[in-house]
């Protein structure tokens, strides 16, 4: 077999006819998605995809005017990069679809047209040939030997423009150094794809084991169709120039509908300062639709929960008395080194408590990137049963620039079972401690801490003073 006999068998089932006339330079040859080979995406977490693809196009030697149809509106156009063997690209241009009514009566001014109604009279239908003189203020036609102005009926053309169309198009004017069918490779931007994390975390009874699945959530808010598209995705964050006006007009995007694919993807390929997951399989998107994926399954991670007060401890300025509060409840938990590791891109994570058989949905909180290896600590709700109350018990003013305050910080706790309680607060600069009934920690030079036990049904009351000079 000859090295033709293969770039034959493609074209003869392009979606065009290789023995038609030539396209002049005036007239575009227009390529549908039929001609579309080897779609791939890759999306982005701000809103933006790149889209690759190839199409196999019919050219002539010299100049070549193409409309590509499936090119959503929302382009990036300055993005475009079109590649091809012996293809240099002239220029390109945005068309919108364009077959309304009123533009076909634009194109019909000055030619021959049909003008038909009902004969008042019999109720008949009426067609007579008519000129379209113009459209300055509605419709001026010539019909027979009188000019009708805005007439009643309705204005009906025997054929459509060429150059009207009822899809949008992305046209491009290219140099062919040589004639026949060639394979055109396109890569551009599009605003409107976008994907999302969630991930679900199971705490086993014991509170220090916790099985956490990733998913990934890809969503078509452009307003063309992605079939059978090669999908991976990128997380971290690119820099974008929203400061520059977009090219075209951005769709909003439509009412999702998600469908899930289980198997797990592979794990990410270290790019630069981002992560690329290939997802190593194909998918149609739809418009307004979304797929999601799972990153990952049951990954065994050593968690820890806590009770927290961020908002009790004063050096004074506030109010005299605090409470009482529900105790804020933390997960904390170490993003796994080695084998296991997997960088944990930006989304939400769901908690979810087991009590027997039983599962109960314990909060949610957002995270942000997150390495191997990395720390996170999420709020995740507040405590049903304990609580805290603060009390200013005294306030002394030794000068302009310093002072004394005195506080009590009691802590009680409902439950059948004792708590470690974390009492934090954020001091201004020139702080000291004079006095403190349980000893504190640094969580920095200004952050304190202080770790204080509460018996099951019980209470325990902290106390301090301090000194501050401004």
């Known amino acids: 077999m000859n090295r033709a006999t293969p770039l034959?068998?493609?074209?003869?089932?392009?979606?065009?006819?290789?023995?038609?006339?030539?396209?002049?330079?005036?007239?575009?040859t227009t390529i549908a998605l039929e001609a579309r080979r080897d779609l791939a995406l890759t999306v982005y977490q701000n809103g933006l995809g790149l889209v690759e693809e190839r199409r196999w196009v019919p050219l002539v030697p010299g100049a070549n005017r193409l409309d590509l149809l499936g090119v959503s509106e929302r382009i990036v156009a300055p993005s475009l990069v079109v590649s091809g063997e012996g293809l240099t690209l002239g220029e390109q241009a945005w068309r919108p679809a364009d077959l309304t009514p009123q533009r076909l009566l634009e194109s019909a001014v000055g030619g021959r047209v049909r003008l038909v109604r009902e004969h008042p009279e019999t109720g008949e239908t009426v067609s007579e040939p008519a000129v379209l003189l113009s459209l300055a203020g509605g419709p001026v036609l010539r019909v027979g030997d009188r000019i009708e102005i805005d007439p009643p009926g309705r204005i009906v053309l025997d054929r459509l423009p060429d150059d009207l169309s009822a899809e949008p198009r992305l046209g491009l004017s290219l140099e062919a150094g040589e004639g026949g069918a060639r394979e055109l490779g396109l890569a551009y931007l599009v605003e409107g794809l976008g994907w999302q994390a969630d991930y679900v975390a199971t705490l086993d009874e014991s509170g220090e084991r916790l099985e956490l699945t990733g998913l990934l959530t890809v969503s078509n808010g452009t307003d063309v169709v992605f079939e059978d598209a090669a999908l991976s995705v990128v997380a971290g964050e690119v820099s974008r120039d929203y400061g520059r006006p977009q090219p075209y007009q951005a769709a909003a995007p439509k009412m999702m509908r998600a469908e899930m694919a289980a198997d797990s993807v592979a794990a990410p390929q270290a790019v630069g300062e981002l992560y690329l997951y290939d997802t190593g399989r194909s998918v149609d998107l739809a418009r307004g639709e979304s797929r999601q994926l799972v990153l990952f399954q049951d990954l065994a991670i050593a968690?820890?929960?806590?009770?927290?007060?961020?908002?009790?401890?004063t050096a004074g300025g506030g109010p005299e008395q605090v409470g009482p509060e529900q105790a804020a409840v933390l997960l904390e938990f170490d993003n796994p080194e080695g084998r296991e590791a997997r960088p944990l891109p930006a989304g939400t994570l769901r908690l979810y408590d087991l009590s027997g058989e039983r599962r109960l949905f314990a909060g949610e909180a957002a995270i942000g990137h997150t390495p191997a290896g990395g720390t996170l600590e999420l709020t995740v709700g507040r405590a049903f049963d304990v609580t805290g109350s603060a009390t200013v018990t005294d306030l002394e003013r030794?000068?302009?620039?310093?002072?004394?305050?005195?506080?009590?910080?009691?802590l009680e706790n409902a439950k059948d079972t004792a708590v470690e309680i974390e009492v934090a607060g954020h001091l201004p600069r020139g702080w000291s401690l004079l006095?403190?009934?349980?000893?504190?920690?640094?969580?920095?030079?200004?952050?304190?801490?202080?770790?204080?036990?509460v018996p099951a049904g019980g209470e325990t009351t902290l106390t301090y003073r301090m000194r501050i000079a401004q």
């Open 303 to 313: 968690a820890k929960r806590r009770l927290r007060f961020d908002g009790l401890v």
């Open 8 to 28: 034959l068998a493609a074209a003869l089932a392009l979606p065009f006819a290789l023995d038609a006339p030539p396209a002049s330079a005036q007239q575009a």
């Open 398 to 410: 030794l000068s302009d620039r310093v002072y004394e305050i005195a506080q009590e910080i009691t």
């Open 435 to 453: 006095e403190e009934s349980r000893e504190h920690e640094l969580e920095s030079a200004n952050r304190i801490l202080w770790r204080v036990p």
